[in-house]
């Protein structure tokens, strides 16, 4: 059974750095595609960054040039370092892998950029 889990959201201040990792177990992480994704209060879910089996990387335009993908096919991981937040980055981050046709999502961590 594939699980998706992100952890390493929290209240940051702006201008201030986070770290978020999402853990996959079910055999799938070598072959996945893998996505960060956020939904904002009364946004629609968008993509913040993605990178292939390959390490390709796409950034969504808001974010480029402060937030770097990354992944770790030994420890199964993904991350996501967020460096500069602005109060715009406050969302719900979830975290998808997708393998062989199949969508898989994590349940997401908040990030909350504030003073």
């Known amino acids: 059974q594939v699980q998706v889990v992100e952890s390493g959201g929290g209240l940051v201040q702006p201008g201030g750095s986070l770290r978020l990792s999402c853990a996959v177990s079910?055999?799938?992480?070598?072959?996945?595609?893998m996505g960060w994704y956020r939904q904002g209060p009364g946004n629609q879910r968008e993509l913040v960054a993605s990178?292939?089996?390959?390490?390709?990387?796409t950034y969504g335009d808001s974010v480029q040039g402060r937030f770097t993908i990354s992944r770790d096919n030994i420890k199964n991981t993904v991350y996501l370092q967020m460096n500069s937040l602005k109060p715009e980055d406050t969302a719900v981050y979830f975290c998808?892998?997708?393998?062989?046709?199949?969508?898989?999502w994590g349940k997401g961590t908040l990030v909350t950029v504030s003073s």
């Open positions: 998808n892998a997708y393998s062989f046709g199949m969508d898989y």
């Open positions: 990178i292939t089996s390959k390490s390709t990387i």
């Open positions: 079910g055999g799938i992480f070598d072959s996945a595609f």
